[in-house]
Nanobody
């Protein structure tokens, strides 16, 4: 019903910035919450940032607070995350997720209904 496609990942030096995009397509999109998750090699998937689609209210993991900024463009059905001051700890596969059924902004991956394929982010020193 819904397709999510991430883009913007890459290989960057520590201290650099990167902007990821998540484009939603398919059936008419009425999303309650969209979020970014990431998964480092050998680690569990973790919540990065989320946004309520209608109101635009946001929530960030402590590890990225102050460095990352999540946003969305309703007209383009696209979500973004601006990532600044990147560190090697930010390395991982970044996934876009969408919750169609709840207004609750959850940090649990199991609460999300649709997922993108992921985009790789590698930060080197």
């Amino acid at each position: 019903q819904v397709q999510l496609v991430e883009s913007g990942g890459g290989l960057v030096q520590a201290g650099s910035s990167l902007r990821l995009s998540c484009a939603a397509s398919g059936r008419t999109l009425i999303a309650n919450v969209m979020a970014w998750f990431r998964q480092a090699p050998g680690k569990e998937r973790e919540f990065v940032a989320g946004i309520r689609w209608s109101a635009g209210s946001t929530y960030y993991a402590d590890s990225v607070k102050g460095r990352f900024t999540i946003s969305r463009d309703k007209d383009k059905n696209t979500m973004y995350v601006q990532m600044n001051s990147l560190t090697p700890e930010d390395t991982g596969d970044y996934y876009c997720a969408l919750d169609m059924q709840s207004m609750f902004l959850s940090i649990e991956s199991s609460q999300y209904d649709f997922w993108g394929h992921g985009t790789q982010v590698t930060v080197f020193t």
